[in-house]
C-alpha cells in the first residue's frame, strides 16, 4: 500500500510560482511512472505531466508544456512539480498519482494510488 501526500499548493498571483511535492511512502516498484493530475468542477480530470521513475523522463501536456517542469528525488520518494508562469486557468486541485503501469502512463486509470490534492488558486 503506497499513501501520497501533496504539499505547496496555495494562492498566487498571475505570473506567479509555485512548487508542489508529493512524498510517498514507498516507490514500491522503479519500472512505473507518477503524475500530476488536477482537476477543476465542471471540467475533466487533465493530466499534468507524468515522470518514469527510473529514467527521470518527462511528458507533459500541451496546456503546461514550458511552463511547468516535473521532477523526483528517488532518495527521497518525492515528486515535485515546479509551475512557473502561472494563468488564472491553472486554478485547480492537484493530484499526486503513484504506481502507473510503465507502458501506459498518459492514463489516470493507470495509477494505482493517489493523493487527497493540494488547491491551486491564480488571481488575476
Known amino acids: 500500500q503506497v499513501q501520497l501526500v501533496e504539499s505547496g499548493g496555495g494562492s498566487v498571483q498571475t505570473g506567479g510560482s509555485l512548487r508542489l511535492s508529493c512524498a510517498a511512502s514507498t516507490y514500491g516498484v522503479s519500472r512505473s511512472c507518477m503524475a500530476w493530475f488536477r482537476q477543476t468542477p465542471g471540467k475533466e480530470r487533465e493530466r499534468v505531466a507524468h515522470i518514469y521513475i527510473s529514467s527521470g523522463a518527462t511528458v507533459y501536456a500541451d496546456s503546461v508544456k514550458g511552463r511547468f517542469t516535473v521532477s523526483r528525488d528517488n532518495a527521497k520518494s518525492t515528486m515535485y512539480l515546479q509551475m512557473n508562469s502561472l494563468k488564472p486557468e491553472d486554478t485547480a486541485m492537484y493530484y499526486c498519482?503513484?504506481?502507473?503501469?510503465?507502458?501506459?502512463?498518459?492514463?489516470?486509470?493507470?495509477?494505482?494510488?493517489w493523493g487527497q490534492g493540494t488547491q491551486v488558486t491564480v488571481s488575476s
Open positions: 498519482a503513484a504506481g502507473g503501469r510503465w507502458n501506459d502512463c498518459y492514463s489516470g486509470s493507470a495509477y494505482s494510488y
